[in-house]
């Protein structure tokens, strides 16, 4: 099922082209890699969220699910377009197909995300060597783990590291399992806690981390790159995001029922001290340290791509590769907690990213293909565009600038009050230990 040969030719690829896509992704690898981009981080952020937002969180969770699958399709079809439109985009090695398709409908954009993932996995790790005595600062963890993703991350496109996307999903769908089964026991002996209080302030917040959750789109054009099919992409996006409502509901879900008001920005904070939980850090730190060379592969290509860096391994790749962890590493030293930058980097950049400008790009590069001579802009869109794709391109337009302003403003407000402020780590070693004034803000 996952063998790379080249059997099946895309149809928009010239014959004397056809042989750049041998080696690509299948459908099914794709989906490996969109869900184990994608789970880990947001799942145990997950239960926190739902309390924050009560039952209605299971509703924006829908609604978030199907709103960023339905821009990720669209992300894709604007690279299938761009294809169409100029051969040149369909040569072998494309780096920086999501800065394409942005430069052609809105301009360049970035992302941010690596910081909370080196965080989360500083955090179990930490937890691991604490049950053992053996214990180091979160701080210090950063460090070490920064250390030891550098070679991962020297790995060329997600078609050289599609074993690292198979190994990050099993690891998120074993500790969802884990984390279930752990919750659940727990609930028999802890005493039970009723959910907070839902006000706009704390509702919004939910939703960054929700959006963070939903949000990886920004990567997709890179997995399409690399398939053999890439018009194909939108089977991808379907598969992976209903692995993603399977692995993120329950966890979610039960997190909320059983520990309420009490549920912590990790969940795993939340579990037990034994056996699960122990072997959940495990698989949820591989999980991390798998994904963190997948999510931030655009970046390391769209740098790759600015720098002229050859595109065979190189010395240059080396050096670019780990200056940007090695940033990565300091801004995670910088700000220690991560529960405030989630919600932040969800509400801002990432539905951005995920939601607002997939709409803009797609609109944009349609009327570039589509449009008569002096035909006027609205005009185009209801002649090209059928009226349900009109209506959810609205939605996923409104609810990322819901994202963008609303969440933002609820969330920037807590990462820049005095009372959640901790120091950061190259000011004082055990700042990451120590809980933030406004823990139960809500």
């Given at each position: 099922?996952?063998?790379?040969?080249?059997?099946f030719?895309?149809?928009?690829?010239p014959?004397?082209?056809s042989?750049?896509l041998?080696?690509?992704?299948?459908?099914?690898?794709?989906?490996?890699?969109?869900?184990?981009?994608?789970?880990?981080?947001?799942?145990?952020?997950?239960?926190?969220?739902?309390?924050?937002?009560?039952?209605y969180?299971?509703?924006?969770?829908?609604?978030?699910?199907?709103?960023?699958?339905?821009s990720?399709?669209?992300?894709?079809?604007?690279?299938?377009?761009?294809?169409?439109?100029?051969?040149?985009?369909?040569?072998?090695?494309?780096?920086?197909?999501?800065?394409?398709?942005?430069?052609?409908?809105?301009?360049?954009?970035?992302?941010?995300t690596?910081?909370?993932?080196?965080?989360?996995?500083?955090?179990?790790?930490?937890?691991l060597?604490?049950?053992?005595?053996?214990?180091?600062?979160?701080?210090?963890?950063?460090?070490?783990?920064?250390?030891?993703?550098?070679?991962?991350?020297?790995?060329?496109?997600?078609?050289?590291?599609?074993?690292?996307?198979?190994?990050?999903?099993?690891c998120?769908a074993?500790?969802?399992?884990?984390i279930?089964?752990s919750?659940?026991i727990h609930?028999?002996?802890?005493k039970?806690?009723?959910?907070s209080?839902?006000?706009?302030?704390?509702?919004?917040?939910s939703?960054?981390?929700?959006?963070?959750?939903?949000?990886?789109?920004a990567?997709?054009?890179?997995?399409?790159?690399?398939?053999?099919?890439?018009?194909?992409?939108?089977?991808?996006v379907?598969?992976?995001?209903?692995?993603?409502?399977?692995?993120y509901?329950?966890?979610?879900?039960?997190?909320?029922?059983v520990y309420?008001?009490?549920?912590?920005?990790?969940?795993?904070?939340?579990l037990?001290?034994?056996?699960l939980?122990?072997t959940?850090?495990?698989?949820?730190?591989?999980?991390?340290a798998?994904?963190?060379?997948?999510?931030?592969?655009?970046?390391?290509?769209?740098?790759?791509?600015l720098?002229?860096v050859?595109?065979?391994?190189?010395?240059?790749?080396?050096?670019?590769?780990?200056?940007?962890?090695?940033?990565?590493?300091?801004?995670?030293?910088?700000?220690?907690?991560?529960?405030?930058?989630l919600?932040?980097?969800?509400?801002?950049?990432?539905?951005?990213?995920?939601f607002?400008l997939?709409v803009?790009?797609?609109?944009?590069i349609?009327l570039?293909?589509?449009?008569?001579?002096?035909?006027?802009?609205?005009?185009t869109?209801?002649?090209?565009?059928?009226?349900?794709?009109?209506i959810?391109?609205?939605?996923?337009?409104f609810?990322?600038?819901?994202?963008?302003?609303?969440?933002?403003?609820?969330?920037?407000s807590?990462?820049?009050n005095p009372?959640?402020?901790?120091?950061?780590?190259w000011?004082?070693?055990?700042?990451?230990?120590?809980?933030p004034?406004?823990?139960?803000?809500?």
């Amino acid at each position: 099922m996952m063998s790379f040969d080249n059997s099946f030719q895309d149809p928009i690829i010239p014959v004397e082209k056809s042989q750049i896509l041998h080696g690509g992704l299948t459908v099914f690898t794709a989906a490996i890699f969109i869900t184990g981009e994608m789970a880990g981080t947001g799942l145990l952020a997950l239960p926190k969220a739902m309390d924050q937002a009560g039952w209605y969180g299971l509703i924006s969770t829908f609604v978030l699910c199907i709103l960023s699958g339905y821009s990720g399709i669209k992300l894709g079809e604007c690279w299938t377009m761009l294809r169409e439109m100029n051969p040149v985009y369909s040569e072998e090695g494309s780096r920086s197909p999501f800065q394409v398709i942005a430069t052609e409908g809105a301009g360049r954009v970035g992302n941010q995300t690596g910081v909370v993932f080196l965080l989360l996995a500083a955090q179990n790790i930490q937890s691991l060597f604490d049950s053992i005595h053996a214990h180091l600062p979160v701080c210090v963890w950063i460090i070490i783990i920064a250390g030891l993703l550098l070679g991962p991350c020297w790995l060329g496109t997600p078609k050289d590291s599609w074993p690292i996307a198979i190994g990050a999903m099993v690891c998120t769908a074993i500790a969802c399992v884990f984390i279930t089964i752990s919750t659940l026991i727990h609930y028999r002996t802890i005493k039970h806690h009723d959910p907070s209080p839902i006000t706009f302030k704390s509702f919004s917040f939910s939703m960054g981390t929700m959006f963070f959750a939903w949000g990886g789109s920004a990567m997709f054009p890179t997995i399409q790159v690399d398939m053999r099919q890439p018009h194909r992409f939108h089977l991808a996006v379907i598969i992976a995001y209903s692995i993603l409502l399977v692995f993120y509901l329950p966890v979610s879900i039960i997190g909320y029922v059983v520990y309420g008001s009490h549920v912590q920005d990790n969940i795993l904070k939340n579990l037990p001290r034994n056996f699960l939980r122990y072997t959940v850090e495990i698989l949820i730190t591989g999980h991390l340290a798998m994904a963190f060379t997948i999510v931030l592969n655009p970046i390391f290509q769209g740098f790759e791509e600015l720098t002229r860096v050859p595109k065979h391994f190189c010395w240059q790749r080396a050096i670019l590769r780990s200056g940007i962890v090695l940033f990565l590493a300091f801004m995670a030293e910088s700000i220690p907690h991560f529960g405030a930058i989630l919600a932040f980097i969800g509400s801002s950049t990432v539905s951005i990213l995920g939601f607002i400008l997939p709409v803009i790009c797609f609109v944009m590069i349609k009327l570039q293909s589509t449009q008569l001579v002096h035909e006027k802009f609205v005009d185009t869109i209801f002649r090209v565009v059928p009226k349900l794709d009109i209506i959810l391109l609205l939605l996923a337009l409104f609810v990322g600038l819901y994202g963008a302003l609303a969440s933002s403003y609820s969330s920037f407000s807590d990462l820049v009050n005095p009372k959640s402020y901790v120091k950061p780590c190259w000011l004082n070693s055990t700042s990451a230990e120590e809980p933030p004034m406004n823990a139960s803000l809500f």
